[in-house]
């Protein structure tokens, strides 16, 4: 799988290109749908703003599709002029790409606080279309989280430069206007208004009659409906427009008829919301996301591009750690399901249990049983060794107390009541019998000197506060079991698994 952006921007095409290239809401799960029939591609997340129309795809790494067409077949838009003014960018560099959008070092407006949050809506929208994969789901997490962290250490210069900031400022550098109408109750239209207000403008918004579900209407702001906005616009000195609507929501014949017409108009859709042709009226000037954006692009400063470039390094390397763990997994999958490849003959599965008062019975009490002990005595198990002579640790362990000692011969009774039993004679005839009766009753048992015959074997332990590792090998090759061993226990001792 690959991850493969194709983009039209405001470096790329003005306006009247980019909005050719736009798709209202109603569309989305359609153009989904058809994206997703095409051969190969597996996932897909659809952006568009005022300033951009972005198309991510998730594809098999045996094709290599150019998103710009796909979308553009799925729209029926014209991919041939799309593929004029679009560019693309594959594997890591779509991701960086990605990085730079959501911390607002992509935007006409540099350091747009408002891009982290569209982002976030396109993959929403993905995952409601069940459009989106785990490679777009993962690409878009890590990177909506180094666009927060940016935003954050980094000075973008990003205190209001924002598209509502910057259509809120031109309204503030005409102090003629006392009043002004917003079209558009989206999150673009709340924001204008909300700084509106602020500014003391007597400021109206408009809703739609068929509108449903709550919507948040900024405080301080007075409703009007949609189908009354000429009536309104009749005492408005200005108007500002952020609907999604695919047509003109504010017409040249329509504003012909308002006999007050308001002295500035601000269009901040893209698709544009009011008609070109609306600047032929006299008195009236009507400005477009670009012309409010122009010259407000703030270059980064070296430093600034050293230290936002080192943090998308970061999160670059968290994206393909997470790429290379998941090819490793789809690789282990293959190999699993594959009959020739011998999958699932590893016979050992490591298991941790609770040891807590689990009654362990060591039979033997020489070197084996010792190193047996040893282990044991790490955890909270309760040890009681069978043996006619044992090592002088045993002997010091049992007169500790930390152990129970029998000193004696071997006998079945020895075993009632064990959860665990580890039979370490030099006597293959008493190893066997404890195997067999502990087989028969359903207890875990470990026969040294018989590794059939044993239902577990000790692994080998590196063990700290924090820690438990255990190691086994196939039986052959003890020396390599040592070797593993002290490593970790290195690993364990000098903690360098925290560096």
Not at 13 to 29: H, N, P, V
Not at 80 to 106: N, Q, V, Y
Not at 394 to 412: C, D, M, N, P, Y
């Amino acid at each position: 799988m690959k991850l493969i952006v194709s983009y039209i921007d405001h470096h790329m095409a003005g306006l009247e290109a980019r909005e050719l290239f736009t798709f209202s809401g109603g569309q989305t799960e359609e153009i989904y749908r058809r994206i997703l029939e095409e051969p190969g591609i597996r996932g897909a997340v659809l952006l568009t703003t005022c300033n951009r129309t972005e198309v991510y795809l998730s594809a098999e790494d045996d094709t290599d599709p150019e998103p710009m067409d796909v979308f553009c077949r799925a729209a029926q838009l014209d991919g041939e002029e799309a593929r004029a003014i679009s560019r693309t960018l594959k594997g890591e560099d779509a991701f960086r790409h990605l990085c730079r959008l959501t911390a607002g070092a992509e935007s006409q407006l540099w350091g747009d606080s408002q891009i982290i949050t569209q982002v976030g809506q396109a993959i929403d929208e993905a995952r409601e279309c069940e459009a989106s994969d785990a490679v777009l789901n993962t690409a878009f997490r890590i990177g909506i989280t180094a666009g927060k962290t940016i935003r954050t250490h980094v000075d973008l210069h990003i205190h209001d430069d924002s598209t509502a900031a910057r259509a809120a400022s031109k309204i503030r550098e005409n102090p003629q206007i006392r009043s002004c109408l917003v079209i558009g109750n989206g999150m673009i239209g709340r924001l204008v208004a909300a700084q509106l207000v602020r500014d003391g403008i007597d400021t109206k918004m408009t809703l739609r009659r068929y509108r449903h579900g709550e919507v948040m209407i900024p405080a301080g702001v007075e409703t009007v409906e949609y189908e009354k906005r000429y009536q309104i616009m009749e005492d408005c000195d200005a108007v500002i427009s952020a609907t999604a609507s695919p047509h003109f929501v504010v017409t040249e014949q329509g504003l012909r008829q308002v006999e007050n017409t308001p002295r500035l108009l601000i269009d901040m859709a893209v698709p544009r919301d009011i008609e070109p042709e609306v600047s032929r009226i006299p008195g009236v000037t009507v400005c477009n996301i670009d012309d409010i954006s122009e010259g407000h692009h703030i270059d980064l400063q070296s430093e600034q591009s050293r230290r936002l470039e080192r943090f998308i390094d970061s999160y670059a390397d968290e994206f393909r750690r997470w790429d290379r763990f998941r090819k490793e997994r789809i690789e282990t999958v293959r190999r699993i399901a594959d009959p020739e490849e011998k999958a699932g003959t590893h016979k050992y599965f490591p298991v941790f249990i609770d040891s807590s008062g689990k009654y362990v019975v060591v039979i033997g009490g020489g070197v084996i049983a010792e190193r047996r002990i040893m282990t044991l005595t790490e955890f909270d198990f309760r040890v009681h060794v069978v043996a006619e002579e044992v090592t002088d640790t045993i002997r010091q362990l049992a007169e500790a107390e930390v152990i129970t000692w029998k000193k004696g011969s071997f006998q079945e009774s020895d075993l009632e009541g064990a959860d665990i039993v580890a039979a370490c004679t030099d006597k293959r005839e008493v190893n066997h019998a404890v195997g067999e009766w502990c087989r028969q009753r359903g207890v875990q048992v470990s026969v040294c000197d018989a590794r059939s015959e044993s239902t577990f074997w000790f692994p080998a332990i590196a063990i700290n506060d924090e820690l438990t590792m255990g190691l086994v090998g196939n039986g052959k090759r003890h020396d390599i079991v040592k070797r593993a061993a002290s490593a970790l226990r290195r690993i364990i001792e000098e903690r360098s698994y925290e560096l």
